[in-house]
């Protein structure tokens, strides 16, 4: 992705509305009383800094307060310049910004949009007081599309007196959408979301009014699923560059160990499992020599004092699912030792067995065959919990509720608590507090050609003061060049 002479940046909130007019012309709340839906001052305050700083044009767009008719801004935002009442405005071929009508009380805005990323072949941005990222499939394309929506930057407004309106109170996002266009095609687009105060963190530097923004620090860093061995070496130095850029203290993993030569996907694919031996990929040994090299260059590069959480995941399974066939045994013989070796290891454990985890377990196993591993690398099982501010880092997503299989984000809010950073469906969303990251494999992998598609390399990052903020990768980049970054 070439940088474009003229980069132009966006930062997009929402507004409430917290009058209507009366019989008499007046503008009064909605049922009488004290307006609600103030502005945020501080927040606001925020993003007028960033932008001064990063050189971005604000847009506030209108949206209802707690009834329709509700559609005149607070007094102190209607003179404002930056409010956009238009229907529509492109910012790039990709992405454009339109004035979609959907209830602030919606528990998920995106509900029953996805039909109109089709109808104008672009993904949108539109605003609403949550803060919504929901992908949408693409045939044959290297990125999907998105429907992102950008949280408000007043304070709620609903009738709390019902369950809809108590339920929008409580889950209303202080937030915006910083959105750079790079060129007529590419774009990225970061979350921006407040804590209660107003202050919001961007790519590791927190704003806080118009004071001078200060680096905070980043609690942890989780990183898109690897897939070691089928990893996309762009994504890849992007993901090497974040590690140097935030200095995370804690790196989560997820599907380090691609499986590739134990998958039992293509057990019975003979012509892709002869071109793979061909290529030197069915090795099991190899692919764990390779995985603990590059932990050990993922240490070295994070530095001892970064802890590093391999995270039990589905790609993980492949491995005691191979090890109890007779695959190694029989047909795969090249892979009786490293076979004969791992089964050992298992039938050997002394643990109760609701305690093991045999995939995260023979995965360690198999890598220390080839040395030590690093220190500061610590190999999570299925059953381990691990909250940073409140949100479950240790889950990678492919589990679901009493046994069933891991869905999307509004299944995984459920499952998570409400708080979580998975990830498994290798698509980027945020849905309340759940967020999921996307991918550092390739894109284009066999078993994604021909069909809707909507993977993309993202991570995420978690900062000290307990904000997620979702970072893409695209064509390897994920900022921009600037004063503060």
């Known amino acids: 992705m070439k940088k474009a002479s003229r980069t132009k940046k966006y930062i997009i909130t929402a507004a409430q509305g917290c009058y209507c007019e009366n019989k008499d012309g007046n503008l009064e709340p909605f049922g009488g009383g004290r307006a609600k839906a103030l502005p945020h001052e501080n927040f606001i305050a925020g993003l007028e800094t960033i932008a001064g700083e990063r050189g971005a044009e604000t847009i506030i767009q209108p949206i209802a307060g707690k009834n329709k ?121 970061r979350n921006l979301r407040a804590l209660k105060n107003g202050k919001f963190v961007d790519l590791g530097w927190e704003y806080d009014g118009d004071k001078a923004p200060r680096r905070i620090g980043v609690d942890s860093l989780v990183l898109g699923d690897t897939h070691w061995g089928d990893h996309d070496p762009e994504t890849n130095r992007a993901n090497y560059e974040m590690i140097k850029y935030f200095r995370p203290r804690r790196i989560f993993l997820h599907d380090f160990f691609n499986g590739s030569s134990v998958n039992h996907h293509q057990k019975d694919n003979y012509l892709e499992k002869i071109r793979e031996y061909n290529r030197g990929r069915l090795f099991l040994d190899t692919e764990l020599k390779e995985d603990r090299k590059e932990l050990i260059r993922l240490s070295r590069a994070a530095g001892s004092k970064t802890q590093i959480f391999v995270v039990s995941s589905n790609h993980a399974q492949f491995l005691p699912t191979y090890i109890n066939s007779d695959a190694w045994r029989k047909n795969n013989l090249w892979n009786a030792d490293i076979g004969a070796y791992l089964f050992q290891k298992g039938i050997t454990l002394a643990q109760e067995e609701k305690d093991i985890d045999d995939a995260s377990y023979l995965i360690e196993e198999g890598m220390k065959r080839h040395g030590p591993i690093p220190a500061n690398v610590q190999f999570l099982r299925l059953k381990d919990n691990m909250r940073r501010h409140g949100y479950q880092l240790a889950s990678h997503g492919h589990k679901g509720s009493h046994g069933s299989r891991g869905g999307g984000a509004k299944a995984r809010e459920i499952t998570g608590g409400g708080k979580s950073i998975t990830a498994h469906s290798h698509c980027m969303e945020i849905y309340g507090d759940t967020n999921i990251v996307g991918t550092s494999s390739q894109l284009n992998l066999p078993y994604t050609l021909g069909g809707g598609s909507a993977w993309i390399a993202a991570n995420a990052v978690l900062y000290d003061n307990g904000i997620v903020q979702m970072i893409p990768i695209i064509n390897g980049h994920w900022r921009l060049q600037g004063k503060y970054l």
Do not use: M
Not at 81 to 89: A, P, Q, T, V
Not at 179 to 186: G, M, P, R, T
């Open 69 to 189: 008719r509700e559609s005149f801004l607070h007094e102190s935002l209607q003179e404002r310049n930056d409010i956009f009442w238009g229907e529509l405005k492109i910012l790039n071929r990709n992405i454009q910004l339109r004035n979609i009508v959907v209830p602030a009380q919606n528990v998920d805005p995106t509900t029953g949009k996805k039909t109109l990323v089709s109808k104008y072949g672009s993904s949108l941005v539109f605003a609403h007081s949550k803060q919504r990222y929901l992908p949408v499939p693409v045939f044959n394309a290297d990125l999907p599309r998105y429907i992102y929506t950008t949280g408000a930057c007043t304070l709620p407004n609903y009738d709390v007196s019902n369950h809809r309106g108590d339920t929008a109170e409580r889950t209303h996002v202080i937030g915006a959408l910083i959105v750079e266009i790079v060129d007529e095609s590419c774009y990225n687009v």
